[in-house]
Nanobody, 120 residues
């Protein structure tokens, strides 16, 4: 099992920065990919950034050059550094881990979400 707890959301002005954190516990090395998703009011949840076990990262076009996903060497925390925030970045942000159980069943773990508000 994998457990995730997000933190770091809040209110920021347009153009500002925030860093989200996702504390990871459990069978960390069973995780194949971790991602940050967001869901704005009235919209579907979308994948914003991901990082593979290999360290390869990927981003949705709308955040490329502004957001950076990273993790600690121990892989027990994953970060999302968000710079030059825009009003359209406001959403609930969720940490996700795609991992495999001992019986090699693919599973997903989700954090509780953290709210990012971008407003002047």
């Amino acid at each position: 099992q994998v457990q995730l707890v997000e933190s770091g959301g809040g209110l920021v002005q347009p153009g500002g920065s925030l860093r989200l954190s996702c504390a990871v516990s459990g069978n960390i090395f069973s995780i194949s990919v971790m991602g940050w998703y967001r869901q704005a009011s009235g919209k579907e949840r979308e994948l914003v950034a991901s990082i593979l076990a290999s360290g390869t990262t990927d981003y949705v076009d709308s955040v490329k050059g502004r957001f950076t996903i990273s993790r600690t060497y121990a892989r027990d925390t994953v970060y999302l550094q968000m710079d030059r925030l825009k009003a359209e970045d406001a959403a609930d942000y969720y940490c996700n881990a795609h991992y495999y159980s001992d019986s090699y069943t693919a599973l997903d773990a989700w954090g509780q979400g953290t709210l990012v508000t971008v407003s002047s």
